[in-house]
């Protein structure tokens, strides 16, 4: 069975610095890795996926996550976060194209001004 | 509707008490996924409806869990004799089966708070 873990719970940043969010995935054959965000109040919205190819994926937002399969990890990276970017993020995990999607915990982002 | 509608946005009930939640996806949508979400536990996975495939239900915490999609298109589910830390909300998503998007519609949520 698949599982995603996600380290860490919160991350505090200032305004304007860079930003990496930590995943790591199982799954037995080549994942289909996803992050979406929840901003307050609000609900899931998917930032970016990797199914196959280009191992460095462009989301929305100006985020951008890196598929390493030796490392089995998909981290999110910012190089300059906005105070609209404070949310939760969650890593998900699934396989062929009809496997269930599995989430991590989620890492709660908080900006500094 | 243009998204995923569920219903109750919110319900408050007594411990022991039954609950229905409802979901009701984009239209065509194939795949239907129920997660719960709580404090600290992310998005649990519950069940998973494929198409005309047997649902996955090897999320659900208890037999007190159950959940049913009727004619491929709206899914409820059922908790039995409600416990207080079934209090959470509880999430529905929708997508298409097949394709290589795989990305998840969500509703807004069903909030549940078992007093």
């Known amino acids: 069975a698949q599982s995603v873990t996600q380290p860490d719970i919160h991350i505090t940043v200032s305004e304007g610095a860079s930003l990496e969010l930590r995943c790591n995935y199982s799954y037995g054959a080549t994942p289909y890795l996803f992050w979406y965000v929840q901003s307050p109040g609000q609900g899931l919205q998917l930032l970016l996926k990797y199914f196959s190819g280009d191992t460095l994926v462009q989301g929305i937002k100006g985020f951008e996550a890196e598929f390493k399969r030796s490392q089995s990890s998909f981290n999110l990276r910012k190089p300059s976060v906005h105070w609209s970017d404070a949310a939760e993020y969650f890593c998900?995990?699934?396989?062929?194209?009809?496997?269930?999607?599995?989430f991590g915990k989620g890492t709660r982002l908080h900006i500094l001004p | 509707g243009a998204g995923v509608s569920q219903s109750p946005s919110n319900k408050v009930t007594e411990k022991g008490k039954d609950v229905e939640l409802r979901c009701d996806p984009i239209?065509?949508?194939?795949?239907l996924y129920w997660y719960r979400q709580s404090l600290g536990q992310g998005l649990e996975f519950l069940i998973y409806f494929q198409g005309n495939s047997a649902p996955d239900k090897s999320g659900l915490p208890s037999d007190r869990f159950s959940a049913e999609r009727t004619g491929g298109s709206v899914s409820t589910l059922t908790i039995q004799r409600t416990q207080q830390e079934d209090s959470a909300v509880y999430l529905c998503?929708?997508?298409?089966?097949?394709?290589?998007?795989?990305?998840?519609?969500f509703g807004e949520g069903s909030r549940l708070t078992v007093l």
């Open positions: 998503a929708s997508s298409l089966l097949g394709t290589p998007t795989g990305e998840l519609f």
């Open positions: 998900a995990v699934g396989g062929n194209r009809d496997d269930k999607i599995i």
């Open positions: 239209s065509g949508h194939t795949a």
